[in-house]
């Protein structure tokens, strides 16, 4: 199955800025454990030290992979044994959106595709 791309979620947050600096996207996209995947019959767990990282990822709203729906751009990062992207927020309609969500008390899940090169079975335990 290693053709088949898989969405995580995730934990989503807005960092506080500096009058006039535009706002930070901090996403928790994978917390390290197992995950039950579609299409996958047995839990997944990623091997972080495996995953190859771009510079640069962009974020879009409702997985809509056009450039209307871009409400962020940032860097994958991997510390504590948990991936994170801090991305810097767009001056878009769907990022002003977000950003209203969550000072509205929403939170929002974010997912991150990826695609494995390489899977491994393990036994439980």
Sequence with gaps: MTDQLFSLAGE???????????????????????????GWRSPVIIDLAGLKLPDNVPILADHENKLGAVIASGRPEIHGGKLYIVATLA???????????????????????????????????
Excluded at 26 to 32: C, D, E, Q, V
């Design 91 to 125: 001056n878009t309609e769907p990022a002003r959106h977000i950003v209203e969500l969550i000072r509205a008390g929403v939170v929002p899940e974010a997912s991150v595709g990826v695609q494995p090169t390489e899977t491994e079975r393990l036994r439980e335990g």
């Design 12 to 38: 989503l947050s807005i960092e506080a800025a500096a009058k006039g600096k535009p706002l930070k996207l901090r996403i928790l996209a994978y917390n390290g454990g197992s995950m039950h995947v579609e």
